[in-house]
């Protein structure tokens, strides 16, 4: 009865929200295709979050009396599952185009005879384990564990995309995690974070761990990966007491260092995002910790709506701590203060990269007001490094009001002057000005290089081998995948890159023409509905009409990724009218790996020509794949959940106040 009502209360909210967004709408310029999917997502996700709080609130009340009534109802004729009780609420979108990413992101089993009859059992699509398969003592209450009236995310046993088909249990949690916003729209602040952390230990306030924060606008994923780089090939210093127990073993007082490795968006695979000495966390890993973190949020337990950012920080700190790691290095998901990442409180240094607009809706429209958030990660105490494309007056302004240790910028750490930018004006025909352009891989090497001198500073136990300098020069040169990546196929030389705005784009044209002088490019390119079309395509078109050989011959070929945050193949046509006639593009097939494989074809007939994928970095996986890249790739029952309209790095927002 309870559950019922609360059925015609989702009802009910369903349509008063669709009513109070009409006049809403009415007011503002018609609403495009994409903008109404997202607010029919706002009102099913506030439904949702409603009706659950409703139901774990009466079914406190009414426990006792449906588990009695249950076992009275076993031994009727009448199957319970018959009844009204016993039926499924999802919201489905099956009916849009499958390219679009979208396919059962709802679903809710509000109760059934097989639950109740196994409500003693763990229920695995729930989050809860048994307590004996456990392998880390996270203690959270289970009184109510036993209950049937467990209100989750999605029980994906009930997914009609899995019905007849046996998938693994890694694709089951992963594609679980992915729905997870659907349930609890992203509200920025750090108490679903700290009670996480809290419930697993502390793991990154580990006294023996040491933690390097990393927040930025752009170069801090690849600053990351370098500092990991040069440290795995570090060794511990032992202290005296393990000294001797250490010697008997191994014949010396140093053990190579582990080190943790948490970054995003990841490309192929998921694992991506969290790696321990260069190895992704596994299936088996997955299968073994993410339950575990689930189990913590359950309502029963400790009520924690945790988003799919915070869940997935949270399994990577619990990799970490399992895995036993000497170090770990942090990438910011979003901005800084408000972080899921953000509840280290003794990192080792925080390191700023640079500053720029991005994500003005939410961090504030000014480099100021967004330097601030990012900056929010500098902590009492902690030494901060700071890289030369930031306003440095702001950062030092909050780096006082936190006391925080010292400031520095890479020019000072290495004792010398260090000019990153080039002497060359580039003019973009963007706008009425000249840019200068910058080489990014210079100096986030430097500034992973004056991370690794004040690390050594303050944490020598760490740095127990001695690196000889082009060693480290070596490991610091090394870029993440999509950076600039090249490699031959088919004696062909190809380049991947994840330039995905204007100044991004600005600089690919640019690193293009100055490191492959004599050459022309063919791009395969794919954007984001959110950038500046215009500007991206008119970068791509100054490095094809300097092309030797294009005069009449198309060498852009336009993709649309199966994503909603894609920019459809119409919305750049439209940005650009020049490529509706220079370009390659299929309205009927507008799939990533029949452009590139035609795109690669037609650059091996042309004599010192390279191919350039470019774009978004929801298009590069697809994209490697049809170019024969070997990699851990996860499967399309996983895929697909992951572009069906969830912003999963903190994008997508619930009311906010800053």
């Known amino acids: 009865m309870f559950r ?31 903008r109404v999917a997202q607010q029919s997502t706002i009102i099913a996700t506030t439904s949702t979050i409603l009706f659950r709080r409703f139901t774990v609130a009466l079914s406190s009340a ?98 009609p995309a899995s019905q007849g088909v046996n998938f693994t249990r890694y694709e089951t949690w992963v594609r679980r995690l992915y729905a997870t ?86 490309v192929s695979s998921f694992r991506e995002r969290m790696q321990v000495n260069g190895e992704m966390i596994t299936e088996e890993e997955v299968v073994e910790l993410l339950p575990q973190i689930y189990d913590l949020c359950l309502p029963e337990n400790n009520d924690i709506p945790a988003t799919f950012f915070e869940i997935t920080t949270a399994l990577a700190f619990l990799f970490f701590a399992k895995r036993g790691a000497d170090v770990v290095v942090l990438e910011t998901g979003l901005g800084g203060r408000l972080d899921a990442t953000n509840v280290v409180n003794n990192p080792a240094l925080s390191i700023i990269t640079s500053i720029g607009l991005e994500h003005t809706r939410i961090l504030g429209d000014t480099i100021e007001l967004i330097a601030r958030e990012k900056g929010g990660i500098i902590k009492e105490g902690c030494p901060v490094l700071v890289g030369q494309h930031c306003p440095h007056e702001v950062l030092m302004g909050v780096a006082r009001e936190k006391g925080a240790g010292r400031y520095y910028v890479p020019s000072l750490v290495h004792g010398r002057i260090q000019d990153f930018v080039h002497t060359r004006k580039v003019d973009t025909n963007m706008e009425e000005e000249t840019i200068t352009i910058t080489d990014y891989d210079i100096e986030n090497q430097e500034i992973a290089m004056a991370s690794l001198v004040l690390l050594e500073q303050c944490h020598p136990e760490i740095f127990g081998k001695n690196q000889n300098s082009n060693e480290v020069k070596e490991l610091v040169s090394i870029r993440p995948p999509c950076r600039f990546e090249y490699f031959q196929k088919d004696n062909t030389t190809v380049i991947l890159d994840v330039a995905h705005n204007p100044p991004a784009m600005t600089y690919l044209v640019h690193k293009l023409q100055t490191t492959f002088s004599e050459s022309s490019f063919r791009f395969v390119a794919g954007m984001s509905s959110d950038k500046d079309l215009g500007q991206c395509a008119r970068a791509l078109l100054s490095a094809t009409g300097g092309s030797h050989n294009c005069c009449n011959k198309p060498q852009i070929h336009l993709v649309q990724a199966a994503h909603p945050r ?10 650009e009218s020049i490529l509706k006639d220079t370009a390659f593009y299929d309205f009927e097939e ?49 895929t697909e959940m992951a572009g069906a309209g969830i912003r999963h790095r903190q994008e997508n927002f619930a009311n906010t106040k800053m």
């Open 4 to 34: 019922f009502i609360g059925l015609l209360v989702v009802v009910i909210l369903c349509k008063c929200n669709f009513v109070i967004c009409l006049p809403q709408a009415k007011n503002q310029m018609p609403l495009s295709l994409v």
């Open 62 to 159: 009414g426990q006792a009396f449906f588990h009695s009534s249950s076992l009275q109802r076993s031994h009727q004729s009448t199957p319970l599952s018959t009844s009204i009780f016993n039926q499924y609420i999802y919201y489905s979108s099956n009916t849009i185009n499958k390219k679009q990413g979208i396919e059962s992101l709802l679903r809710r089993n509000l109760s059934s005879s097989k639950q109740q009859q196994q409500s003693l059992q763990p229920n695995e699509d729930v989050g809860t384990t048994p307590s004996s398969q456990s392998t880390n003592n996270i203690s959270a209450p289970s009184s109510l564990a036993s209950s049937t009236f467990k209100f989750s995310v999605p029980a994906m046993e009930t997914d």
């Open 181 to 266: 916003n659907m349930f609890h729209p992203v509200k920025l602040g750090l108490e679903n974070m700290r009670t996480l952390h809290k419930l697993l230990g502390n793991p990154m306030d580990d006294p023996n761990r040491v933690v390097v924060h990393v927040a930025g606008t752009n170069g801090k994923g690849s600053i990351c990966l370098k500092i990991a780089n040069v440290l795995r090939n570090q060794q511990r210093i032992l202290s005296s007491s393990f000294m001797e127990h250490e010697r008997n073993i191994s014949g010396n007082n140093n053990r190579t260092l582990t080190v943790g490795l948490f970054c995003s968006p990841h």
């Open 566 to 575: 894609a920019a459809s193949l119409e919305n750049i046509l439209e940005a």
């Open 590 to 638: 507008r799939s990533i790996t029949k452009q590139v494989v035609q795109a690669l074809e037609m650059t091996k007939e042309n004599d010192n020509e390279i191919l350039v994928v470019c774009g978004s970095v929801f298009l590069m996986a697809e994209a490697r794949e049809a170019l024969g890249i070997d990699e851990p790739r996860d499967s399309d029952y996983i």
